[in-house]
């Protein structure tokens, strides 16, 4: 088998392991998590053997002989225990690691294994021999289980998903063009056109089945997160209980990696910067113990990740007091926020606050970046907050990356395209609608709602559309209503990247339309950011 893979394998029993432990810690007497940890080292063990590393697979058979030897009570399951264990791992961990990259393990330190042979003597002479007869060994009929469980699975390089993926996408184009030349076909053949509404469907099925070979259970992204909060619960100072909903919603694999770390990130934020401690709870009448919760959800064909805490919330009249400060947005923009949209300002570049005094103050940190990575696998993230119910956070992100559903609109004689997951509605302009806040141009497009007024138009072309005199409608986002000439039509889509990565652009990318034309996809993050950047300036 491929080092690759098995140097996966060994990362996930590891984490594995990792969470049976503090699943351990919180309850000594659950058998469960104990049976869980020895089939986990026992998938270390078959791991390590195939690699040939015959230092690590020594050690995993210690490792194992102890985990056994809880199971069996000759060990007993406290903190001291579970403490040696987990130092282990983390040396086991950097074994693994060390043979991924070619290279001989190191010896393990002495301290270690000396905390080993004091546990094991302490055990009394008869203890100790059922441990030691017990190293390196698992019931049969567990590891007959495992390899009946691994019967039905096999792993495949992620590479060679991407590449299946990426024909698909080509695919997908082709067939977007064959539906859009039979249809202008005229007359049509009746034959041909039955080919290609049975060629669409079956390009469908195919792109469908290969993108949830992608999939992969959103557990895999909470997986390190117990450990996390664990630690800085203890670092801080802090009562923190974690709890996870949603760990079998499927999600892309490529969102998996990418949100690995922005995760990580906010439920930091949550612990460290909005929980309170123990006494400030306490004095406000919450328990002493706070509570960080993740959670995932299918939405249709998005899936909604949020992480929430019951701590001290998000002030946003001090958000608006540094965006202010920093110059993010001036004065006549901020007068027109709510504040839902006070309290998003935080992601902007800029408004990371400098000091610790209170409050939010330095719960912005790696907020801007986050949102950066969020936007780049085509999703939303907004931020509540109530100062007695804590602070949430939500992200919002398609369910695959592999196509992206796109509306082609019209812009005088060129066509652009932009996601379908930033489109509201559809609006008739009216002229009539149309005002002038503090100089900045805003439409009605309801009694007592008042959105930006962006004109594509003047903004892509340098030249403004007339409502009344211009074929336009309107596009409504959550950044404002986007005037075109006219909205054409939705299709999936395949993104190709644009040579323009050493520049800012108001494009993500490009696509083939069923007519085979080159189409820009308009990023409208980017372009609002840059006419707010220009309206503070």
């Not at 929430?308 to 947005?329: E, F, K, N, T, Y």
């Not at 008042?450 to 003047?458: A, E, F, N, R």
Request: net charge negative; aromatic share 2%.
């Amino acid at each position: 088998m491929d080092t690759g893979i098995l140097t996966e394998i060994l990362a996930e029993s590891l984490l594995a392991t990792r969470q049976g432990l503090l699943q351990l810690e919180s309850n000594p007497a659950d058998p469960e998590a104990l049976d869980a940890c020895c089939r986990t080292f026992q998938t270390i063990i078959d791991s390590a053997n195939a690699l040939g590393a015959h230092s690590l697979l020594a050690w995993c058979r210690n490792l194992d002989g102890l985990v056994d030897g809880l199971r069996r009570s000759a060990l007993p399951v406290d903190d001291v225990t579970i403490g040696i264990l987990r130092r282990c791992i983390d040396f086991v961990e950097q074994m693994s690691e060390t043979v991924a990259r070619g290279n001989p393990p190191a010896p393990a330190p002495p301290e270690l294994a000396e905390s080993i042979q004091s546990l094991v003597r302490g055990l009394g002479e008869g203890a100790s021999e059922l441990l030691v007869g017990h190293m390196g060994a698992l019931a049969l009929d567990e590891s007959a289980e495992g390899a009946s469980a691994r019967r039905d699975t096999i792993r495949v390089e992620s590479s060679r998903l991407d590449r299946a993926m990426s024909q698909v996408g080509e695919l997908v184009l082709l067939r977007n063009r064959l539906t859009a030349a039979v249809t202008a076909m005229s007359p049509g053949d009746e034959n041909l056109v039955r080919l290609a509404r049975e060629t669409d469907l079956a390009v469908d099925d195919l792109q469908s089945t290969v993108m949830y070979l992608r999939m992969q259970p959103s557990r895999r992204l909470f997986q390190r997160l117990p450990q996390v909060v664990r630690d800085l619960s203890v670092q801080y100072g802090k009562r923190a209980r974690l709890v996870l909903e949603g760990g079998d919603v499927e999600i892309d694999k490529v969102m998996i990696e990418a949100l690995a770390e922005p995760l990580l990130a906010l439920v930091r934020n949550a612990l460290e910067h909005g929980l309170e401690c123990p006494r400030e709870r306490a004095a406000v009448g919450k328990t002493e113990i706070g509570e960080v919760r993740v959670t995932a959800e299918h939405l249709g064909d998005k899936v909604r990740i949020e992480v929430s805490d019951d701590g001290r919330g998000v002030d946003p009249q001090r958000v608006l007091s540094i965006v202010l400060a920093r110059r993010v947005i001036c004065q006549a923009d901020a007068q027109r926020l709510n504040q839902e949209e006070l309290l998003n300002l935080i992601f902007e570049e800029g408004a990371r606050p400098s000091d610790e005094a209170g409050g939010i103050d330095r719960r912005g940190v790696g907020l801007a970046r986050i949102r950066r990575v969020i936007q780049s696998l085509r999703g939303r993230v907004q931020i509540k907050s109530n100062s007695a119910a804590g602070a949430c956070v939500s992200i919002e992100l398609p369910v695959s990356l592999a196509v992206l559903p796109v509306l082609y609109f019209k812009l005088r004689r060129e066509t652009y395209a932009l996601p379908v997951s930033l489109v509201d509605n559809l609006i008739e302009v009216e002229p009539g609608h149309l005002h002038n806040v503090s100089g900045r141009a805003m439409v009605q497009i309801a009694p007592g709602s008042t959105v930006p007024y962006i004109d594509l138009g003047q903004r892509l072309h340098g030249v403004a559309l007339r409502p009344g005199r211009d074929s336009c409608e309107g596009i409504l986002t959550e950044h404002g209503l986007l005037v075109v000439s006219a909205a054409v039509g939705i299709e999936d889509s395949v993104v190709k990247p644009l040579d323009i990565a050493h520049r800012e652009s108001w494009y993500q990318g490009a696509t083939i339309s069923g007519e085979g034309e080159v189409v820009l996809i308009l990023d409208v993050p980017a372009l609002v950011h840059s006419l707010r950047a220009g309206d503070a300036a």
